[in-house]
Each structure stands twice: as C-alpha cells, then as structure tokens.
Nanobody, 127 residues
Framework: QSQLVESGGGLVQPGGSLRLSCAAS????????IGWFRQAPGKEREGVSC????????YYADSVTGRFTISRDSAKDTVYLQMNNLKPEDTAVYYC????????????????????WGQGTQVTVSS
C-alpha cells in the first residue's frame, strides 16, 4: 500500500526548532515534487513549502520564509522540513504531500497538484 509517513512533530516552546521528516512506503519520493501543508483548528489548510523533483527549486509561504527550510535526501528517500524560530501561530497538523512521478524544476503550493497525502504530525508551539 502506497502511503506517506510523517514524523518529528511535538511540543516546543516559542523560538524553538523541530525537524519534520517525510518518508514513503510502497513508492519512492524521488522524481516527485514534495510539499508540506498544515492545518490549524478552525483554519483553512495552508501550503507551507515544496521542493521540486529536479534539484534546486524550493518555494515557501510568506509566513515561514526565513524560518523554515525544506530539503531532500535522495539516498535516504526522505524529505525534511527544518523549522526554526517557531511561533505559536505555527501550531497545526503538518502534512507531507507528493505528486505523481514527474520531472520538474518548479513546484507549487496548490493542493490539487498532489496525489498523495500523509496522515499528518502534530506540531504545538506553546510556553
């Protein structure tokens, strides 16, 4: 069964850091655009960041630019989201998403472009 699995969420104080990981079961993350979305209670789902299937292209929402970094380790077939200087407003369930196989230098935070969604990992930023 093909699925995405997120890990690394938890409780952190404001200003702290977390690193989320995304791995796949049943398929490879290579040759796919990978993204991270989040949804807080009572709020709409928000695209956070993405990385293209071809190296070097990343994109970030304005709300996380300068604080979050997305990266890919092709050898480990894993995508990471390093989150620094976390704020209470970053509290949400974070979802890893993946497209079908494609070669693209660009990625987008349009949810409809992603075929696979993980179950999510909770990130709570609170003192």
């Amino acid at each position: 069964q093909s699925q995405l699995v997120e890990s690394g969420g938890g409780l952190v104080q404001p200003g702290g850091s977390l690193r989320l990981s995304c791995a796949a079961s049943g398929f490879t993350l290579n040759f796919r655009n990978i993204g991270w979305f989040r949804q807080a209670p009572g709020k709409e789902r928000e695209g956070v960041s993405c990385i293209s299937s071809s190296p070097g292209s990343t994109y970030y929402a304005d709300s996380v630019t300068g604080r979050f970094t997305i990266s890919r380790d092709s050898a480990k077939d894993t995508v990471y989201l390093q989150m620094n200087n976390l704020k209470p407003e970053d509290t949400a369930v974070y979802y890893c998403v993946a497209t079908g196989r494609l070669l693209s230098r660009l990625c987008t935070l349009r949810a409809g472009t992603y075929n696979y969604w993980g179950q999510g990992t909770q990130v709570t930023v609170s003192s």
